[in-house]
């Protein structure tokens, strides 16, 4: 076990340490204000605060971390080794800047709650962020710093032995419309058909018909090919099927049809099922409520994950409702348009109230990689090196790597052609040895 000597424990210093040092590290971590208790406790030990004791492992604090609510900060970003920190304290601490109060505000969203220019949908931008701006969002900064601190304490601990972790994939399954042309209904479908005549796509009139009436299959329905993949590997998929209703931001499936039901419940046998949040459940707590006892009657048990259309956040509302309803774990916080770490880290957190300054029951499961930000690189091979490494980013401090994949991914449109040699990528991942960048 670490102690930790601070001249005073708060909330904000709990929740980053339990993070450090128990989430990445595996450490039990135990906190005094207490000068003998410090002294008289015979393994790992540090203290944190403003003033180092004697010649004990000392981290010099900053004012974070023992402050409520916010206040502007000002944030300077330094070079460190072979990646970046901020909140920088000199050389007379064991590291020269704050680790913990650094990783706090990238875990806590900090600068979320600070004035920013939203995108069109209302969501926090990566070019609104302190790793995009300063070229550290592609790194799992958390950890990094986590296992540098980690070594350090090994210098001074030698006969101490860390646990070891090991790499791991949770693959997400993103389902906004289960089918393209099937089950839609005659108003859609006959809107669909004048839209295809309206601009002369004949082609996929004709294609939306012989889906229809049974003679070819529905370019989205690729569920059996990824149950399959499913049953090769150990980790567990989670898919999130939209079962919200129809509106000008979501057009699934309407989820009283019996054959959409059978598909759930089908996928559900072999895989984790979600909910996809829809566009208006993001702020109307009924609506979500609605969506969630819906889909606990069509899997037959508690819902426990979720992740909100679009990939929306607005905190720290969007959290509070989903732990209101006892949601236990969300996979919304990631970037669409961006590949890396939204939060700094590739460790599942719970999540902090900063409005409450409290630590919350929710696990927030970032995702690092959404399928369409793959399409922003034309050949193949440019694909599969990106995809690389952000996966030997994960690799290196042996983190969990989360993808989001859609069901239309793995279909045989032009667009994703080669995107189910990159999920076997992914999968093949967990089962390799981590390979130098």
């Given at each position: 076990?670490?102690?930790?000597?601070?001249?005073?424990?708060?909330?904000?210093?709990?929740?980053?340490?339990?993070?450090?040092?128990t989430r990445v590290l595996g450490v039990e971590v135990s906190f005094t204000t207490t000068i003998e208790e410090f002294i008289a406790h015979d393994s790992l030990k540090m203290s944190y605060t403003k003033q180092q004791l004697g010649n004990e492992f000392f981290?010099?604090?900053?004012?974070?971390?023992?402050?409520?609510?916010?206040?502007?900060?000002?944030?300077?970003?330094?070079?460190?080794?072979?990646?970046?920190?901020?909140?920088?304290?000199?050389?007379?601490?064991?590291?020269?800047?704050?680790?913990?109060?650094?990783?706090?505000?990238?875990?806590?969203?900090?600068?979320?709650?600070?004035?920013?220019v939203n995108d069109e949908y209302g969501r926090f931008s990566a070019t609104e962020s302190i790793a995009y701006k300063y070229g550290f969002l592609h790194q799992p900064v958390v950890d990094i710093w986590a296992y540098k601190f980690k070594d350090k304490m090994?210098?001074?601990?030698?006969?101490?032995?860390?646990?070891?972790?090991?790499?791991?994939?949770?693959?997400?399954?993103?389902?906004?419309?289960?089918?393209?042309?099937?089950?839609?209904?005659?108003?859609?479908?006959?809107?669909?058909?004048?839209?295809?005549?309206?601009?002369?796509?004949?082609?996929?009139?004709?294609?939306?018909?012989?889906?229809?009436?049974?003679?070819?299959?529905?370019?989205?329905?690729?569920?059996?090919?990824?149950?399959?993949?499913?049953?090769?590997?150990?980790?567990?998929?989670?898919?999130?099927?939209?079962?919200?209703?129809?509106?000008?931001?979501?057009?699934?499936?309407?989820?009283?049809?019996?054959?959409?039901?059978?598909?759930?419940?089908?996928?559900?046998?072999?895989?984790?099922?979600?909910?996809?949040?829809?566009?208006?459940?993001?702020?109307?707590?009924?609506?979500?409520?609605?969506?969630?006892?819906?889909?606990?009657?069509?899997?037959?048990?508690?819902?426990?994950?979720?992740?909100?259309?679009?990939?929306?956040?607005?905190?720290?509302?969007?959290?509070?409702?989903?732990?209101?309803?006892?949601?236990?774990?969300?996979?919304?916080?990631?970037?669409?348009?961006?590949?890396?770490?939204?939060?700094?880290?590739?460790?599942?957190?719970?999540?902090?109230?900063?409005?409450?300054?409290?630590?919350?029951?929710?696990?927030?499961?970032?995702?690092?990689?959404?399928?369409?930000?793959?399409?922003?690189?034309?050949?193949?091979?440019?694909?599969?090196?990106?995809?690389?490494?952000?996966?030997?980013?994960?690799?290196?401090?042996?983190?969990?790597?989360?993808?989001?994949?859609?069901?239309?991914?793995?279909?045989?449109?032009?667009?994703?052609?080669?995107?189910?040699?990159?999920?076997?990528?992914?999968?093949?991942?967990?089962?390799?040895?981590?390979?130098?960048?």
């Amino acid at each position: 076990m670490l102690l930790v000597y601070t001249h005073k424990i708060t909330p904000r210093l709990r929740y980053v340490f339990k993070h450090i040092c128990t989430r990445v590290l595996g450490v039990e971590v135990s906190f005094t204000t207490t000068i003998e208790e410090f002294i008289a406790h015979d393994s790992l030990k540090m203290s944190y605060t403003k003033q180092q004791l004697g010649n004990e492992f000392f981290v010099k604090s900053n004012d974070i971390l023992y402050e409520q609510g916010l206040s502007d900060i000002e944030i300077n970003v330094h070079d460190w080794e072979n990646t970046k920190c901020f909140f920088y304290i000199g050389e007379k601490s064991a590291i020269p800047f704050d680790i913990f109060a650094a990783s706090f505000y990238l875990l806590s969203r900090y600068e979320e709650y600070l004035p920013h220019v939203n995108d069109e949908y209302g969501r926090f931008s990566a070019t609104e962020s302190i790793a995009y701006k300063y070229g550290f969002l592609h790194q799992p900064v958390v950890d990094i710093w986590a296992y540098k601190f980690k070594d350090k304490m090994q210098s001074q601990y030698p006969e101490f032995v860390f646990p070891k972790r090991t790499y791991s994939i949770k693959p997400i399954i993103d389902v906004p419309s289960a089918y393209n042309f099937k089950l839609k209904g005659f108003m859609r479908t006959f809107g669909g058909t004048v839209k295809d005549l309206s601009e002369l796509k004949l082609k996929r009139l004709y294609y939306r018909y012989i889906v229809i009436l049974g003679f070819k299959h529905d370019p989205y329905d690729t569920f059996k090919y990824i149950v399959n993949k499913q049953k090769q590997t150990k980790y567990k998929f989670l898919f999130f099927f939209l079962i919200g209703d129809y509106s000008t931001y979501d057009k699934g499936i309407n989820p009283n049809k019996k054959k959409f039901v059978s598909l759930i419940k089908g996928v559900a046998d072999y895989c984790k099922v979600g909910l996809k949040a829809s566009y208006f459940a993001i702020h109307d707590p009924v609506i979500l409520k609605k969506e969630k006892l819906k889909m606990e009657a069509i899997i037959n048990r508690s819902l426990t994950a979720s992740r909100q259309s679009f990939s929306k956040l607005n905190l720290p509302e969007s959290y509070r409702n989903l732990i209101e309803l006892e949601i236990k774990e969300d996979y919304t916080m990631g970037y669409v348009n961006q590949i890396g770490f939204r939060a700094g880290s590739c460790t599942p957190f719970l999540f902090y109230d900063l409005d409450y300054e409290v630590q919350t029951p929710l696990k927030i499961w970032s995702y690092n990689l959404l399928d369409y930000t793959l399409l922003k690189t034309h050949s193949l091979l440019d694909k599969k090196k990106a995809l690389t490494k952000i996966i030997n980013e994960v690799k290196q401090v042996d983190g969990v790597f989360v993808p989001v994949f859609h069901n239309y991914t793995f279909s045989e449109l032009e667009r994703w052609k080669g995107f189910k040699e990159l999920f076997n990528m992914i999968l093949e991942s967990a089962n390799e040895m981590s390979l130098d960048n």
